[in-house]
């Protein structure tokens, strides 16, 4: 089993930055995938980024690339997502997600583990 935990969201002017954290417990995270998705008010739960967790696969949403980064912190079992020239329209909860294999794939019913997910909000 893996436990989830985020942080890092708040408020931010528009043109801002924001880091956010997701922290596992539990097993090993060896053939694993992590990722980051959002969801706005009123929308659907959307991808954001993906990364394995060996190797160097990554994967970004067209409204995230060259904004937004993941990354990660493997002997504290960490992933990071770096938002920079934040948007309006990047207000939305961001829930971190783990996967069984080690691919990055958009949907979302393609990931095993959530977070509860931390609140971003970007303002004018």
């Known amino acids: 089993q893996v436990q989830l935990v985020e942080s890092g969201g708040g408020l931010v002017q528009a043109g801002g930055s924001l880091r956010l954290s997701c922290t596992a417990s539990?097993?090993?995270?060896?053939?694993?995938?992590v990722a980051w998705f959002r969801q706005a008010p009123g929308k659907e739960r959307g991808f954001v980024a993906a990364?394995?967790?060996?190797?160097?696969?990554?994967n970004y949403a067209d409204a995230v690339q060259g904004r937004f980064t993941i990354s990660k912190d493997k002997p504290k079992k960490t992933v990071f997502l770096q938002m920079n020239s934040l948007k309006l329209e990047d207000t939305a909860v961001y829930f971190c997600?783990?996967?069984?294999?080690?691919?990055?794939?958009?949907?979302?019913?393609?990931?095993?583990?959530w977070g509860q997910g931390t609140q971003v909000t970007v303002s004018s």
């Open positions: 539990g097993r090993t995270f060896d053939n694993y995938a």
């Open positions: 997600a783990a996967r069984r294999m080690n691919t990055v794939v958009p949907d979302t019913y393609a990931w095993d583990y």
């Open positions: 990364a394995s967790w060996t190797g160097l696969n990554t």
